[in-house]
């Protein structure tokens, strides 16, 4: 066993042993639960009072995905994790993921309030040492058996880290919601792995030389609103997005451009803004194509972008029970 070993070793033995040390008696857990589950309604009253001006939409759950929906693709990633439980009268409004390890991000929102739930892989370097991380701190809890570490606790707002297995560091990140960390360790037990995809509106063709594709996210506060949005990047250099939405992009200033065999705008950098290209489609919403890049790079990227005519924005705005 090498030094580091041991050393990790020991990190884990004595976090095990705070935990232990502080593990209340079995009665006295099962009491709190079944005082915190009464007093629950009453604290999150108002912020399930907060959401109701945004709760139209259409009302899905995640067994309408089909497999289709659930196999990878370009454009089309696959988000692994799913919670169990939301405080009541949050909507799902952001979903986002990418190739390789690249991070995958579920977002709620009641109003101000928000829940949020991310996937990282430990195969990437930032977040290759969290189980060390995690057995250094004395702010320790248990989450499915697993040694996990809470940061953050304000009270409205704390964010709870754990490893879901050996290849991927879970978070839940609560922010504007009374007694934040009980709601975070709660919605943390009850995640699983429940897949469920991501499929915006537009996948990327072919890509200008260097680039390559980096994430793709989905967001609305319903299908009516939906939006995609793709990233792209060299290694090392700033990312180029491509938008689908309805909202009308500034274009003032533009200068005529030719993008997808019709009449677009390109839009020159100034004031520390990004350049950007943008060309209204025929369904009448908006193609947006933005950063530190040339007008040709801009350009190629918006006429090799692929529309999907069939995006699943129907989870948007799903209202969690």
Do not use: C
């Amino acid at each position: 066993m090498t030094r580091s070993d041991h050393e990790t070793e020991t990190l884990i033995r004595e976090s095990l042993d705070r935990l232990a040390a502080r593990a209340p008696d079995g009665h006295a857990v099962r009491d709190a639960l079944a005082r915190r589950k009464r007093r629950a309604p009453v604290r999150l009253a108002l912020v399930a009072a907060a959401v109701v001006a945004v709760v139209a939409g259409v009302v899905v759950g995640t067994q309408a995905f089909t497999t289709a929906d659930l196999d990878p693709a370009a454009g089309r990633p696959v988000l692994g994790y799913s919670p169990g439980w939301l405080p009541g009268g949050f909507t799902e409004q952001y979903r986002e993921g990418g190739p390789g390890t690249a991070p995958q991000v579920r977002r709620w929102f009641a109003g101000p309030a928000e829940v949020t739930l991310s996937a990282y892989s430990t195969a990437d370097p930032v977040w290759s040492q969290t189980a060390l991380r995690i057995a250094s701190l004395k702010d320790q809890v248990l989450v499915h058996g697993r040694v996990a570490m809470v940061t953050g606790d304000t009270g409205s707002a704390a964010l709870l880290t754990w490893l879901a297995d050996d290849d991927h560091v879970l978070t839940a990140q609560v922010a504007g919601v009374p007694d934040a960390r009980a709601v975070a360790q709660r919605v943390a037990d009850s995640v699983t792995p429940a897949p469920v995809g991501v499929r915006g509106e537009l996948r990327f063709g072919p890509l200008p030389a260097g680039l390559a594709e980096r994430s793709a996210a989905v967001r609305g506060t319903g299908p009516g609103d939906g939006t995609t949005e793709l990233t792209a990047a060299a290694p090392d250099q700033p990312a180029v997005r491509a938008v689908v939405s309805a909202g009308s992009p500034g274009v003032n200033g533009a200068a005529p451009v030719t993008v997808r065999g019709g009449q677009g705008l390109f839009v020159a950098p100034k004031n520390g803004e990004e350049a950007m290209v943008a060309v209204r489609l025929p369904s009448g919403r908006w193609l947006t194509v933005s950063g530190k890049q040339p007008e040709a790079v801009l350009t190629a990227v918006a006429n090799g972008v692929r529309l999907d005519p069939s995006p699943d924005y129907r989870w948007l705005g799903r209202v969690t029970s």
